[in-house]
């Protein structure tokens, strides 16, 4: 049973950084991992991916400003730790940011479990 747990989110101003982390079990080894965002009003929209052969995917609204990595120091256990690395934050990058894993993580619908979210709030 895949578990997953956001933390890291809070309050900046624009131009600082956050680093959002995941920590995820029984997650299956051929699974990806990615993050999510929701801001208020809008769709949820995937931000960036990481597969399970190590390749990564970023949206185009931050490309060069975020960074997705994961520790596998414990995949033999189906844990990991994902990371979200964000710089040069903008206002448009507020919202609640989810950890989710599934087959093919750049659709929505094909995640397959969700952690329950972390606010990021970014003021100008």
């Known amino acids: 049973q895949e578990q997953l747990l956001e933390s890291g989110g809070g309050s900046v101003q624009a131009g600082g950084s956050l680093r959002l982390s995941c920590a995820a079990s029984g997650i299956p080894s051929n699974y990806c991992m990615g993050w999510i965002r929701q801001a208020p009003g809008v769709e949820r929209e995937v931000v960036a991916t990481?597969?399970?052969?190590?390749?990564?995917?970023?949206?185009?609204?931050v490309k060069g400003r975020f960074t997705i990595s994961k520790d596998n120091a414990n995949k033999e256990n189906g844990a990991y730790t994902l990371y979200l690395q964000m710089n040069s934050l903008a206002p448009e990058d507020t919202g609640v940011y989810f950890c989710?894993?599934?087959?093919?993580?750049?659709?929505?619908?094909?995640?397959?479990?969700w952690g329950q979210g972390t606010q990021v709030t970014v003021s100008s």
């Open positions: 990481f597969d399970y052969d190590g390749t990564t995917v970023y949206a185009d609204s």
């Open positions: 989710a894993t599934g087959l093919n993580c750049w659709y929505l619908a094909e995640y397959k479990k």
